[in-house]
C-alpha cells in the first residue's frame, strides 16, 4: 500500500474508532439531527400543563404553546414538528397514541414519562391530606414500583421509540425536585418536603439509567430548578392551585422556558 493510501486509511480508522469511543455520531446522523424533523412526546411535563397558553385543539392533553418543545420549534425551525404530548400520559399512552410521528426522517425526539406510572398525582394527594407517616408509606410504595416495574415499561417505551426513528437524537428529560427545603414554609411538612423531592431523584435515576441503555441522552433539570422550587421565594412550580388543581406542582410558563428550554438547548 503506498504511503499517501496508508496515512489516508489509518487517519480514517482512527476517526471511526474515535467516533466509537466518545459516542460521535457520523455526518449523516448529524446532520440530520439539525435539520430533521422534532417530536416531542411524554406527559403533562412535555405538553406544558401549568404554563397557560393551551393550543385549543389539542382539548384535555393540553398542550401549551409555552411549553419547552413549542418553545424549541420556534427556536430552530426544525423541517417539522410534531407535538404530541398529553397531560396524564403514561407509558402505554405514549405507545398506544404518540409515535405516529416518528419515521426515518426523524432528527429529535424528546420524551418526559413515567410520573404517572410511579403514582405521582397520588403521592402527592396522600402527603397532602395525610400524616407524615402516610405519605411515606405512599412515598415507599412508589419507590418499590420504579424497582420493579417502571424499567420494564420504560425500555419497551425506548425501544419502540428507536425502532420507528432510527436516526433520531432521542433526549429523554427528567423532573425536578419540588421543594426548597430548609427554610420557613407553609403546607407540608419539613419531613414530607423531603421525601418528595427524595422520590423525584429516585425517579430520575432510574430514568437516566434506563435512558442510557438505550444509547440516550438524559436531560437532568433539577439544577436549572435549583433555587427556584416551591418555598423558594421564586417558584417555579405551582403549589397546591385549589381554583385549578390539575396545575398543581406543574412548571409555570417560567419553568418551562427557564428551567426546561436551557437543558433541552445544551443537549440537542
Known amino acids: 500500500m503506498r504511503r499517501s493510501r496508508l ?5 480514517s480508522v482512527l476517526l471511526a474508532a474515535g467516533a466509537a469511543l466518545t ?6 446522523a448529524s446532520q440530520l439531527a439539525a435539520t430533521g424533523g422534532y417530536v416531542a412526546l411524554g406527559d403533562s411535563y412535555s405538553s406544558g400543563v401549568g404554563a397557560g397558553g393551551y393550543i385549543g385543539s389539542s382539548g384535555s392533553c393540553k398542550r401549551s404553546t409555552k411549553a419547552y418543545p413549542y418553545l424549541w420549534n420556534a427556536a430552530h425551525a ?11 400520559a403514561r407509558t402505554g399512552d405514549v405507545l398506544a397514541n404518540q409515535l405516529g410521528g416518528l419515521n426515518a426522517s426523524t432528527g429529535l425526539v424528546t420524551v418526559t414519562v413515567g410520573g404517572n406510572d410511579a ?7 396522600t402527603c397532602v391530606t395525610s400524616s407524615d407517616s402516610t405519605c411515606l408509606s405512599r412515598i415507599d410504595t412508589a419507590r418499590a414500583y420504579v424497582d420493579s416495574t417502571l424499567p420494564g415499561k420504560l425500555d419497551t417505551v425506548y425501544a419502540s421509540i428507536r425502532d420507528r426513528a432510527p436516526n433520531a437524537r432521542v433526549v429523554v428529560i427528567g423532573y425536578p ?4 427545603l430548609g427554610t420557613v414554609c407553609l403546607g407540608l411538612s419539613e419531613a414530607k418536603r423531603s421525601a418528595i423531592n427524595g422520590a423525584a431523584d429516585y425517579l430520575d435515576a432510574a430514568t437516566a439509567r434506563r435512558a442510557a441503555a438505550h444509547g440516550f441522552v ?7 430548578f435549583g ?5 423558594s421565594g421564586s417558584s417555579w412550580l405551582h403549589s397546591l392551585n385549589l381554583l385549578n388543581i390539575g396545575e398543581s406542582y406543574h412548571p409555570t410558563a417560567s419553568g418551562q422556558a427557564g428551567g426546561y428550554l436551557p437543558v433541552l438547548n445544551s443537549v440537542a
Open 78 to 88: 426544525p423541517s417539522s414538528f410534531t407535538f404530541a404530548a398529553c397531560s396524564g
Open 177 to 180: 425536585r419540588f421543594y426548597r
Open 23 to 28: 459516542g460521535a455520531a457520523p455526518a449523516q
Open 218 to 224: 438524559f436531560g437532568d433539570v433539577r439544577g436549572s
Open 227 to 231: 433555587g427556584h422550587e416551591i418555598c
Open 119 to 125: 403514582g405521582f398525582a397520588d403521592v402527592m394527594t
Open 7 to 11: 496515512v489516508v486509511f489509518v487517519s
